[in-house]
Nanobody, 125 residues
Framework: QVRLVESGGGSVQAGGSLRLSCAVS????????MGWFRQAPGKEREGVAT???????RYADSLKGRFTISKDSASYTLYLQMNSLKPEDTAMYYC???????????????????WGQGTQVTVSS
């Protein structure tokens, strides 16, 4: 089974940047969909970005141009580079994964099985 552990969260001022990391362990294959979701207090969990084994990435429309998802297969690490952070980006960020065909893997997908513990991102104005 896939195990996910996030790190890299913290507190920054608006306009700053953070890079989140997700250490991956366990078995993986070409059908593994991975992504980042976030949840602010009192709000539903929302998809941020997803990526499949061939590197194809998808993003929430509102985050395109500011956030970039990437992965390093050699170190089994998933990343989320967050630039131009805004107070509304404040949330708990979760790494997630699921074995599905590549076409399934979008920020609107439901049914992800594997989740990390989350890392807090706080952006002050």
């Amino acid at each position: 089974q896939v195990r996910l552990v996030e790190s890299g969260g913290g507190s920054v001022q608006a306009g700053g940047s953070l890079r989140l990391s997700c250490a991956v362990s366990g078995y993986t294959d070409s059908s593994l969909c991975m992504g980042w979701f976030r949840q602010a207090p009192g709000k539903e969990r929302e998809g941020v970005a997803t990526i499949v084994s061939d590197g194809t990435a998808r993003y929430a429309d509102s985050l395109k141009g500011r956030f970039t998802i990437s992965k390093d297969s050699a170190s089994y690490t998933l990343y989320l580079q967050m630039n131009s952070l805004k107070p509304e980006d404040t949330a708990m960020y979760y790494c997630t994964a699921e074995y599905r065909p590549p076409g399934w893997c979008t920020v609107d997908s439901t049914g992800f099985l594997y989740w990390g513990q989350g890392t807090q991102v706080t952006v002050s104005s």
